[in-house]
T-cell receptor, first 114, second 115 residues
């Protein structure tokens, strides 16, 4: 069965500094990979996803993630964070054979400090 | 298009009671999944429905059940509530089972507190 490890439970960072949220997955077959964001008292919003093709995927608000098959990683990066990026971020995986639920990591709480 | 809606948003119940939560998917979406989110266990998959049939089930006791109606709306029920059932329950929808693997839209959740 697949699993996801988010290596940092909390990441504090100053505004306008770069940030990397780490995600590693375990699976014996090919997967789809996702990053979701959750703001306080809200549900999950899809930030970006890797299905196939280019290993670098980008979101509309400046985040990017790179799929690294050899290291089984899908780290999320942003070159310059804003206060509004303060939220919890979840990495998730599903099998690309279809008919499988999302498996989530435990989440990383990103706190942006002014 | 309206997003996924969940009712109620907040709920307080007592141990031993039962509870029913409701989820209305995005119009045209026919697959619905439920997840439980707790600080200790994180996000865990409960079950998935398509065309009124349960397609997948997570590792939860039989006290947790669900169903889907012909209009794709879904309900989940928890009987004999325990303190550990306190959680945020999230519903997600997608157009079809195949797309459910890579395109799920989440509702705001129902916050259940068991006292």
């Amino acid at each position: 069965a697949q699993s996801v490890t988010q290596l940092d439970s909390q990441v504090p960072v100053f505004e306008e500094a770069p940030v990397e949220l780490r995600c590693n997955y375990s699976s014996s077959v090919s997967v789809y990979l996702f990053w979701y964001v959750q703001y306080p008292n809200q549900g999950l919003q899809l930030l970006l996803k890797y299905l196939s093709g280019s290993t670098l995927v980008e979101s509309i608000n400046g985040f990017e993630a790179e799929f690294n098959k050899s290291q089984t990683s899908f780290h999320l990066r942003k070159p310059s964070v804003h206060i509004s990026d303060t939220a919890e971020y979840f990495c998730a995986v599903s099998l690309n054979s279809g008919n499988t639920p999302l498996v989530f990591g435990k989440g990383t709480r990103l706190s942006v400090i002014a | 298009k309206a997003g996924v809606t969940q009712t109620p948003r907040y709920l307080i119940k007592t141990r031993g009671q039962q509870v029913t939560l409701s989820c209305s998917p995005i119009s045209g979406h026919r697959s619905v999944s439920w997840y439980q989110q707790t600080p200790g266990q994180g996000l865990q998959f409960l079950f998935e429905y398509f065309s009124e049939t349960q397609r997948n089930k997570g590792n939860f006791p039989g006290r947790f059940s669900g169903r889907q109606f012909s209009n794709s709306r879904s309900e989940m029920n928890v009987s004999t509530l325990e303190l550990g059932d306190s959680a945020l329950y999230l519903c997600a929808s997608s157009p079809s089972p195949i797309q459910h693997s890579y395109e799920q839209y989440f509702g705001p959740g129902t916050r259940l507190t068991v006292t």
